[in-house]
């Protein structure tokens, strides 16, 4: 449900930006979300089919392709932007963020319910100091070395 509810979010903060467009056949609001965690990709289709079971007027469509990040950057170039793109904090977001490829979220009041702590990292992420918002992070992991104490003791 946690993760419903962060997508529901997430959708409702993609109707900001300029790539939602109604669907011709339908008259349903089209959303797509292309994420880069094809292991993720059966939760995320559970996600979207509760959305979309949920959402008369809205059809989701959660993408988690192989080598998403290929993919993307020739869509990009191509200028076919998905609505919401889930992403790393990498050296890709950096680059999609320089080309200028985000739409500032500055101000929205979801913005709200992140740490500030998360906002202050994805702050650090920008190779061009930026004024405003860009990311909504919706997860945080922990990285840690494991190392050989002894090794490490033997060699200084």
Do not use: W
Not at 88 to 111: T, V
Request: net charge negative; hydrophobic share 40%; charged share 25%.
């Amino acid at each position: 449900m946690k993760c419903a509810k962060l997508m529901t979010a997430l959708v409702s903060a993609s109707c900001l930006l300029a790539g939602c467009a109604s669907g011709p056949a339908d008259d349903k609001i089209q959303i797509e979300i292309v994420s880069y965690k094809p292991e993720a990709a059966k939760v995320f289709e559970e996600i979207q089919d509760l959305f979309n079971e949920t959402h008369d007027d809205i059809h989701l469509t959660i993408n988690s392709p192989n080598e998403a990040m290929t993919i993307l950057k020739t869509r990009f170039v191509r200028e076919d932007y998905p609505d919401i793109v889930a992403i790393g904090g990498d050296i890709n977001y950096s680059g999609f963020l320089d080309a200028g490829l985000f739409e500032n979220l500055e101000g929205q009041p979801f913005l709200d319910k992140v740490k500030e702590g998360y906002r202050e990292i994805d702050k650090q992420l920008e190779f061009v100091p930026l004024e405003g918002d860009y990311a909504v992070p919706y997860v945080a992991n922990a990285a840690g070395i494991l190392y050989n104490r002894e090794l490490f003791e033997e060699h200084g």
